[in-house]
């Protein structure tokens, strides 16, 4: 993700392959776009930034032993843009340890914004505000038979907390409430649950092909239910591997349209995409263009001799940034980034409708 002249070294892990492959690259795409303008430009006070990414497989453990190397070997200033929540929380104590800033986790799990977790800049709104609003909206639409499936990760427990509140507050329960094992998961006997229960909606709080796998188990025990996911799966390769079942599935945003030009950050990543040759811009790429705003932004503070201590002080110092129609502010007692959440339809075209 860089340039051989490099001075400022930034770490990623995250899974290039294996279940969020396509999401982590698009993600890692949009920031790309971003740090590669920057760089043309000669770089943050004079230096180009150069992202050391490692494929961790989306693996807990691997996830881990990355940010270590990264960390204690390769001596990079800051980690960014890591995928998942267990993979995310296990790398917490080396952050700690060595006073390294992670920016903008590719996950909105409440436990990396409550307690305030002091090394942790999260960018993207909380998976639990996005189950809220999509339950509420199935509410308003007069759904009151919403079946739930999560995967048995921290992640999938804090979405079901979203959702329950969401739920809750439309004085409705879920008639299924189903875990399944995160690493190998058997849909037959959740879908079927869900089509004796009639459910209306499925709500599933899950990585990518584990969702795919839900709908098919879903369409063969019968049930036409309204699907719905959260934005961890808002990238162009999920709706591809979700094949001829994408139509219609509801995905939950925490960034505006990817194709709506009223927001300047929008359209900055749509121009730079376009000067690439790099297609389309996902939700996904928007996650990560918005999130080496904040990186840059972080670097630039930390001024022309930045070491870690520095970088964290500079991202504490961010007040209402205003990163193209959406302002992001920190404090020691608040890490939390963006609060925005939406919903969008896949549409007959393969494409996130709003």
Request: glycine share 10%; net charge neutral; proline share 4%.
């Amino acid at each position: 993700m860089g340039s051989a002249q490099a001075q400022l070294l930034i770490g990623q892990t995250a899974g290039f392959s294996g279940q969020v492959a396509s999401g982590v690259q698009e993600t890692s795409d949009g920031a790309k776009l971003y740090i590669d303008m920057v760089n043309a430009k000669g770089g943050v006070n004079g230096q180009k930034i150069e992202v050391i990414s490692l494929d961790d497989k989306f693996d807990p453990k691997t996830a881990a032993e990355n940010a270590r190397q990264l960390i204690e070997e390769k001596n990079v200033l800051a980690m960014f843009l890591t995928r998942g929540t267990p993979h995310t929380e296990g790398i917490i104590p080396l952050l700690d340890k060595h006073g390294v800033a992670l920016v903008a986790p590719s996950t909105g799990a409440m436990v990396l914004h409550q307690p305030v977790r002091k090394n942790i800049f999260n960018v993207r709104a909380t998976y639990q505000r996005e189950a809220e609003k999509a339950m509420t909206h199935l509410a308003s639409m007069g759904i009151s038979r919403v079946a739930v499936f999560y995967s048995d990760d921290s992640f999938g427990a804090d979405g079901v907390l979203g959702a329950q509140k969401g739920l809750a507050a439309a004085k409705l329960q879920p008639v299924v409430l189903e875990k399944f094992d995160r690493a190998k998961p058997d849909f037959a006997p959740l879908a079927a649950k869900a089509a004796k229960a009639d459910a209306q909606a499925v709500l599933m709080i899950a990585s990518g092909t584990s969702v795919v796998e839900g709908v098919n188990a879903l369409r063969t025990a019968g049930s036409a239910a309204q699907i719905v996911t959260l934005s961890n799966n808002a990238s162009s390769g999920f709706i591809k591997s979700l094949g001829a079942n994408a139509r219609g599935v509801i995905v939950t945003q925490v960034f505006p349209n990817e194709r709506g030009a009223n927001y300047p950050m929008v359209k900055e990543a749509q121009e730079l995409a376009k000067a690439k040759g790099a297609g389309e811009v996902s939700p996904a790429m928007l996650e990560g263009f918005a999130a080496a705003k904040v990186l840059v932004e972080g670097l630039r503070r930390a001024g022309p001799k930045p070491d870690r201590a520095k970088i964290h002080a500079a991202l504490e110092s961010i007040r209402k940034f205003d990163i193209g129609g959406l302002e992001v502010s920190y404090s020691p007692e608040d890490h939390t980034g963006l609060d925005f959440a939406d919903l969008s339809i896949i549409g007959t075209d393969g494409r996130f409708r709003r």
